[in-house]
């Protein structure tokens, strides 16, 4: 676990390409995987959760083939996996963990689904309790991972999720591709909507709202070409970069901006900054666009409600731009924050008070007074890429350096990360 140093900058400039979206990446490996024929993907993420999700597919038989930007995936049908000869390994991919055991748990045979010490702490109650309500067995220890599955014939549900994730929603709707009838999910507030996109790419019957999807049993999917924008939740440390370092102007291209996805853009805008989209177009049901930021004064906002799924793993990152805005941003309702990769609640308040920034921590948000000048400090990322990643934007702004600790997680979502800001400085 290494560490790694970031110095102030005085702005950036230029354009940066990002990762394909890593939310549709695991979703298009999954679902050309049970598909029948041969899918092509292109803009798929190159991050280690994707690749986690592509080799436990290859332990279920799944052939895939790189040629130039394109993976080639031989699906096998709907009932083509085969029983894995060991444990399907997730490393840190909660999207991995949560949206495969849905599949496993329609197979005719056992698997052991685990990952890495901060999967074993994620909880997984969350669709453990509806997939055996669909009929499924899921033997595990606290209801943490590993994950012992005895799958078999699914019978149709309607679930109401008491939590609003994309992974609950879609882990139901993969199940519910084996089970005979209708299957919904309803959610307290919309979280993102990749799967039901691309299952209609694949020709499935997948239905969705504001409140819910759902998807008719036993369906049959089709190999497709699907093209995977690149990834907002990535772009969205250089856009807030941009807007927080003086005289700075970042261009992204090709952004998937689905509306689910997209509340980072409006918190900014609703912050003052100066974010411009262009070349809208859509591509594989999923739209984007290229995204222009450019150095903007920033006030405070107050974020609570429907607006927290769409902007969960941008949180971070935007609890960095409230240090500079001017007034008290407070962020409630997202105590999802405390169970993703880490703590995430308690990681950024502990990190930002090391800079000196005025930070409190309440049960399910943050209080953060701006604008502060942050000093530079030795930042743990708790193995937590969206926290390393935060920090070196902060850092960037901060007066002295800034050391963030086992820096080498950046590469569960975004390998090249550090590259990326050197490419862009311009000192
Ligand atoms: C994801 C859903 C979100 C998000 C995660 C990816 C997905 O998690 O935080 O990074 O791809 O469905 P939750 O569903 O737990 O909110």
Do not use: W
Not at 32 to 42: F, K, Q, R, V, Y
Not at 81 to 104: A, C, E, F, H, Q
């Amino acid at each position: 676990m290494a560490d790694i140093v970031i110095k102030p900058v005085s702005s950036l400039q230029g354009h940066v390409v990002v990762p394909g979206d890593k939310s549709i990446s695991h979703r298009a490996l999954l679902l050309s995987a049970i598909a029948e024929g041969e899918s092509t993907l292109t803009g798929l993420s190159a991050a280690e959760d994707v690749r986690h999700t592509r080799m436990c597919m290859e332990k279920m038989g799944i052939a895939f083939r790189d040629e130039a930007e394109t993976v080639y995936v031989s699906g096998k049908g709907m009932y083509g996996l085969k029983k894995p000869d060991d444990v399907l390994y997730v490393g840190n991919s909660g999207t991995t963990i949560r949206l495969m055991t849905g599949i496993l748990a329609a197979q005719p045979f056992e698997s052991v689904i685990d990952g890495d010490e901060s999967i074993r702490t994620r909880p997984m109650r969350r669709i453990i309790e509806p997939l055996e309500a669909m009929g499924a067995q899921i033997v595990s220890e606290d209801n943490k991972a590993p994950l012992r599955i005895s799958g078999g014939v699914l019978r149709a549900i309607n679930y109401a999720s008491p939590i609003a994730s994309a992974q609950i929603k879609s882990c139901i709707i993969m199940a519910g591709l084996y089970a005979r009838g209708l299957t919904c999910v309803t959610e307290p507030s919309q979280s993102r909507d990749h799967t039901e996109r691309m299952l209609k790419e694949f020709g499935a019957e997948a239905q969705y709202s504001r409140n819910g999807a759902g998807v008719k049993g036993p369906a049959h999917l089709t190999a497709c070409h699907i093209d995977v924008p690149c990834d907002i939740s990535a772009a969205a440390f250089f856009l807030i970069a941009a807007c927080l370092l003086r005289d700075s102007t970042v261009r992204i291209k090709n952004v998937g901006i689905n509306p689910t996805r997209t509340g980072v853009l409006d918190v900014l805008a609703s912050m003052g900054a100066k974010i411009d989209m262009s070349d809208q177009s859509e591509i594989s049901g999923e739209p984007r666009a290229t995204l222009t930021a450019r150095f903007s004064e920033l006030g405070s906002v107050n974020l609570a409600g429907t607006i927290i799924p769409k902007i969960i793993d941008e949180i971070p990152i935007i609890a960095i731009a409230a240090t500079q805005a001017g007034g008290v941003t407070t962020i409630r309702d997202a105590q999802e924050l405390r169970v993703k990769e880490s703590d995430r609640i308690a990681a950024m308040s502990i990190n930002l008070r090391k800079m000196g920034g005025e930070v409190r921590e309440t049960k399910d948000g943050l209080v953060i007074s701006g604008p502060t000048g942050l000093k530079g400090a030795e930042i743990e990322s708790y193995g937590d890429h969206r926290i390393a990643m935060s920090f070196a934007v902060a850092g960037l702004l901060a007066e002295g350096e800034t050391i963030i600790k086992n820096y080498e997680c950046v590469n569960t979502s975004f390998p090249g990360f550090f590259e990326k800001i050197d490419s862009l400085k311009n000192d």
